[in-house]
T-cell receptor, first 115, second 114 residues
């Protein structure tokens, strides 16, 4: 049973560029959440997607946008990159509703460095 | 807004010994979920244990157990028979429900020493 996968593993961009990160949820999961983890900090919630719609959003600017596809995979897009966007981006998947599987399971993350 | 506080930035423990990591949280909700996640140097965030607030019994998973004190809003993690592979960052997290956004503490870096 494949777990949550993310690509790419590492990414280096320069200020002002745009980036797309990808996530495939665990088999059977329908909900994807994205988190940003700055160095030495706990993850912070960016947004959550369910049924191809943004269900909830954290305190992040509109430069951060996302998408969920019919196969439940998801993308995180960041425009006009700033140095402060350098972080580990984590994707977590879960099942909306039901019991036992509403726990969020995380992928290995994408390390984004903005120069 | 909910907050999660981990007051121990770093801890160390001898192999085979027991260690307890502290976590306190603030919420006005009566039912919620609490989690401990482990993040080793590989960066993968791994679920260690989960507690539902309406359950009075403390959760246990093999060598990992929690002490959940709802009135005190405290949720500590006890690791028994510590192993070198337990070396990692440990994050305490809160959620209104299993699927709502997780609110994380800043983490405790645990080193298990041979």
């Amino acid at each position: 049973d494949a777990g949550v996968t993310q690509s790419p593993t590492h990414l280096i961009k320069t200020r002002g560029q745009q980036v797309t990160l990808r996530c495939s949820p665990k088999s059977g999961h329908d909900t994807v959440s994205w988190y940003q983890q700055a160095l030495g900090q706990g993850p912070q919630f960016i947004f959550q997607y369910y049924e191809e719609e943004e269900r909830q959003r954290g305190n992040f600017p509109d430069r951060f946008s996302g998408h969920q596809f019919p196969n439940y995979s998801s993308e995180l897009n960041v425009n006009a990159l700033l140095l402060g966007d350098s972080a580990l981006y984590l994707c977590a998947s879960s099942i909306l509703g039901g019991s036992g599987e509403d726990t969020q399971y995380f992928g290995p993350g994408t390390r984004l460095t903005v120069l | 807004a909910q907050t999660v506080t981990q007051s121990q930035p770093e801890m160390s423990v001898q192999e085979a010994e027991t260690v307890t990591l502290s976590c306190t949280y603030d919420t006005s909700e009566s039912n919620y979920y609490l989690f401990w996640y482990k993040q080793p140097p590989s960066r993968q965030m791994i679920l260690v244990i989960r507690q539902e607030a309406y359950k009075q019994q403390n959760a246990t998973e093999n060598r990992f157990s929690v002490n959940f004190q709802k009135a005190a809003k405290s949720f500590s993690l006890k690791i028994s028979d510590s192993q070198l592979g337990d070396t990692a960052m440990y994050f305490c997290a809160f959620a209104d429900s299993g699927n709502t956004p997780l609110v994380f503490g800043k983490g405790t870096r645990l080193s298990v020493i041979a």
